[in-house]
């Protein structure tokens, strides 16, 4: 097990009586704004221009700059504006930017892939395992979500006990945080992704509910058994691990899934699953992405309106309003 950090890691919080410049306030950067500010930390928020954003950092007490301003006097910049705009935003206050400011980020895409390259800062990142409300949810609850730190520039000598001042000002110490590299952690967040997490899952559940259907079964059956007691069993999962959810469904479920399972990720699967992993780890998935951004994602929305336009996103719509009504309140 890789070496897990926590509060009792940290000598000093290297951030307090530091600038801080949070550019982006989504879903991560309200979340870090609140938790460093809550935190004792001095935070200013920086957007680009005036809209949503700014209006809700307004309405959480912040008095928010243009991003330029925002990092004029900042002793760390904390990049957590969506992945493909920060290229971007980089080439716009790049010059604004202190020469001994820290530069963060929660993703090492850009660092990674070469699009962003900071020589003479501090680089290094702090990436949160989970979405921002819930970074924000468990610190108001006394917790942390868990985080990945990594380096990429030291030029102080102190980069990763930096890292470790900001995650343990979000709450995360007191889950914990393992080291990893901008490389590791970029690529084995896009095989996920890509893999399961958003490209496997997504197919096998259009591809279940698609075959029910065509096998002559109500679609609201076929929505119900292949697409909404997914969550039912990721919840398992995410609490005992799939030992622990394979030893919570019937023994039917277990031994159908098992045998099953492995008939359709064969060989063959698995072989075209490496393939796309090293399709990522050559970086060539990254260009594609990159040119397919520069393009206006046409490709991309055009994916996006078949599923919005599919049956078992109309079906999903009408039985999703049935569950949530029967929720507790």
Same mark, same amino acid.
């Not at 991003?67 to 980089?90: G, H, K, N, T, W």
């Not at 084995?188 to 096998?215: A, C, H, K, P």
């Given at each position: 097990?890789?070496? #897990?950090?926590?509060?009792?890691?940290?000598?000093?919080?290297?951030?307090?009586?530091?600038?801080?410049?949070?550019?982006?306030?989504?879903?991560?950067?309200?979340?870090?704004?609140?938790?460093?500010?809550?935190?004792?930390?001095?935070?200013? #928020?920086?957007?680009?221009?005036?809209?949503?954003?700014?209006?809700?950092?307004? =309405?959480?007490?912040?008095?928010?700059?243009?991003?330029?301003?925002?990092?004029?006097?900042?002793?760390?910049?904390?990049?957590?504006? +969506?992945?493909?705009?920060?290229?971007?935003?980089?080439?716009?206050?790049?010059?604004?930017?202190?020469?001994?400011?820290?530069?963060?980020?929660?993703?090492?895409?850009?660092?990674?892939?070469?699009?962003?390259? +900071?020589?003479?800062?501090?680089?290094?990142?702090?990436?949160?395992?989970?979405?921002? +409300?819930?970074?924000?949810?468990?610190?108001?609850?006394?917790?942390?979500? +868990?985080?990945?730190?990594?380096?990429?520039?030291?030029?102080?000598?102190?980069?990763?006990?930096?890292?470790?001042?900001?995650?343990?000002?979000?709450?995360?110490?007191?889950?914990?945080?393992?080291?990893?590299?901008?490389?590791?952690?970029?690529?084995?967040?896009?095989?996920?992704?890509?893999?399961?997490?958003?490209?496997?899952?997504?197919?096998?559940?259009?591809?279940?509910?698609?075959?029910?259907?065509?096998?002559?079964?109500?679609?609201?059956?076929?929505?119900?058994?292949?697409?909404?007691?997914?969550?039912?069993?990721?919840?398992?999962?995410?609490?005992?691990?799939?030992?622990?959810?394979?030893?919570?469904?019937?023994?039917? =479920?277990?031994?159908?899934?098992?045998?099953?399972?492995?008939?359709?990720?064969?060989?063959?699967?698995?072989?075209?699953?490496?393939?796309?992993?090293?399709?990522?780890?050559?970086?060539?998935?990254?260009?594609?992405?990159?040119?397919?951004?520069?393009?206006?994602?046409?490709?991309?929305?055009?994916?996006?309106?078949?599923?919005?336009?599919?049956?078992?996103?109309?079906?999903?719509?009408?039985?999703?309003?049935?569950?949530?009504?029967?929720?507790?309140?």
């Amino acid at each position: 097990m890789e070496k #897990v950090y926590t509060e009792n890691d940290l000598k000093e919080n290297l951030m307090r009586n530091k600038k801080i410049a949070v550019l982006g306030y989504g879903s991560q950067g309200r979340a870090w704004a609140l938790n460093m500010r809550d935190s004792g930390l001095n935070v200013t #928020v920086g957007l680009e221009r005036q809209g949503k954003s700014w209006e809700k950092a307004v =309405a959480d007490g912040f008095k928010p700059l243009k991003s330029r301003d925002a990092v004029r006097d900042a002793d760390a910049v904390i990049f957590l504006v +969506p992945d493909m705009a920060q290229r971007e935003l980089y080439k716009n206050i790049m010059n604004d930017i202190k020469d001994d400011a820290d530069i963060v980020f929660a993703h090492g895409f850009n660092v990674h892939y070469g699009l962003i390259n +900071p020589k003479n800062h501090d680089v290094y990142m702090v990436a949160p395992k989970a979405p921002g +409300p819930s970074v924000r949810e468990f610190y108001e609850r006394g917790g942390g979500v +868990p985080v990945l730190i990594a380096v990429a520039n030291d030029v102080s000598g102190r980069s990763k006990e930096k890292a470790l001042s900001i995650a343990y000002s979000l709450g995360a110490l007191r889950a914990g945080a393992i080291e990893t590299t901008f490389k590791e952690e970029t690529e084995t967040d896009l095989i996920g992704e890509q893999l399961d997490l958003v490209g496997g899952i997504t197919e096998l559940l259009r591809s279940t509910f698609n075959i029910m259907v065509e096998m002559g079964y109500k679609p609201e059956m076929a929505y119900f058994e292949a697409i909404n007691e997914m969550k039912l069993i990721v919840d398992q999962v995410f609490e005992k691990g799939i030992s622990g959810m394979l030893r919570a469904v019937s023994d039917t =479920a277990k031994y159908g899934g098992l045998t099953t399972g492995k008939y359709i990720i064969n060989d063959d699967v698995r072989k075209r699953m490496r393939e796309r992993a090293e399709y990522i780890v050559s970086g060539k998935f990254a260009e594609e992405w990159i040119e397919e951004y520069g393009e206006g994602s046409k490709n991309l929305e055009s994916m996006m309106l078949d599923i919005d336009n599919s049956l078992e996103e109309q079906v999903g719509k009408q039985l999703r309003e049935i569950v949530l009504r029967g929720r507790p309140k």
